[in-house]
T-cell receptor, first 116, second 111 residues
């Protein structure tokens, strides 16, 4: 079964509103989670690295104030798209590293965001 | 920064054919390489994981090879089926557990 759960799987929001996407590690504690997004016909791109208890590390070109990442617990990271615009419509997916596993990483199911 | 490229971008084959998907990457200092499948509107499904020290991995009709020195990987699908139709992504990881994805190959298997 899924070890990383992402919610919601699909969301439609109005332009100008904010939407939150949750990423949960179900059976393990993840000190580090990663957020990716994928625009149509493009590859998945890393947006940011979410570190529990500290600020996220954003990739170049990703607006920190627009994509708020909070990793308040060892099993939950959230991505909030603030003041969403239609160009933010994309597929957002998170992943979590399984501690002590070497390099086993689990992906969430992904979230399809449509901003209308 | 790692750049991952996949060729072809799209591929259409009749059912039963064997096919090869290609992936190349610019930085050979990878930790591992992974092939994923992405169905329309769905998340990622991991198919095969090749550690940097390995040359290939097999799972059922799938075989993935890795030539780290040349920065290449291939995914071989034997006896293709319509259910194999999906987008296939390759991705490398570094020691920071960050993934660098290719642009994907959209595969259509025609019954």
């Amino acid at each position: 079964g899924a070890v990383v759960s992402q919610h919601p799987s699909r969301v439609i929001c109005k332009s100008g509103t904010s939407v939150k996407i949750e990423c949960r590690s179900l059976d393990f504690q993840a000190t580090t989670m990663f957020w990716y997004r994928q625009f149509p016909k493009q590859s998945l791109m890393l947006m940011a690295t979410s570190n529990e208890g500290s600020k996220a590390t954003y990739e170049q070109g990703v607006e920190k104030d627009k994509f708020l990442i909070n990793h308040a617990s060892l099993t939950l990271s959230t991505l909030t798209v603030t003041s969403a615009h239609p160009e933010d419509s994309s597929f957002y997916i998170c992943s979590a590293h399984l501690p002590g596993s070497g390099n086993t990483i689990y992906f969430g199911e992904g979230s399809w965001l449509t901003v209308v | 920064k790692q750049e991952v490229t996949q060729i072809p971008a799209a591929l259409s084959v009749p059912e039963g054919e064997n096919l090869v998907l290609n992936c190349s990457f610019t930085d050979s200092a990878i930790y591992n390489l992974q092939w994923f499948r992405q169905d329309p509107g769905k998340g990622l499904t991991s198919l095969l994981l090749i550690q940097s020290s390995q040359r290939e991995q097999t799972s059922g009709r799938l075989n993935a090879s890795l030539d780290k020195s040349s920065g290449r990987s291939t995914l071989y699908i034997a006896a293709s089926q319509p259910g194999d139709s999906a987008t296939y992504l390759c991705a490398t990881t570094n020691t920071g557990n960050q993934f660098y994805f290719g642009t994907g190959t959209s595969l259509t298997v025609i019954p």
